[in-house]
């Protein structure tokens, strides 16, 4: 089970931290990722992690403002969101693959949390 928090409404250049909290034992061998989903869009990947943390990847749209990362000890991993847009408006799920792929595919992924909403005003 996963469990989604720290969006909110932000202004245009400000940050925020979403957390992804996961329940059973196993979360330390499963790779995450970060998808967003706005009104009328498909839903989007925008971060991954493998089950250590040492491989990440990024959507263009977010590289070099975004970071994921993970604390396995914590059973948690985040989302650190700087220099956000108006357009990063979107519902921010969290979703886990315990097969521990590398995947931007939503598809891939086994479980899903809540989703947390994320509004940047311009």
């Known amino acids: 089970q996963l469990q989604a928090s720290g969006g909110g409404l932000v202004q245009a250049g400000g940050s925020l931290r979403l957390s992804c909290a996961a329940s059973g034992r196993a979360f330390s061998s499963y790779s995450m990722g970060w998808f967003r989903q706005a009104p009328g869009k498909e839903r989007e990947f925008v971060a991954g992690?493998?089950?250590?943390?040492?491989?990440?990847y990024y959507a263009v749209s977010v590289k070099g403002r975004f970071t994921i990362s993970r604390d396995n000890a914590e059973n948690t991993v985040y989302l650190t969101m700087n220099s956000l847009k108006p357009e990063d408006t979107a519902t921010y799920y969290c979703?886990?693959?315990?097969?521990?792929?590398?995947?931007?595919?939503?598809?891939?992924?086994?479980?899903w949390g809540q989703g947390t909403q994320v509004t940047v005003s311009s």
């Open positions: 992690t493998s089950w250590s943390g040492a491989n990440t």
């Open positions: 979703a886990a693959d315990s097969r521990g792929r590398l995947t931007s595919a939503w598809y891939e992924y086994d479980y």
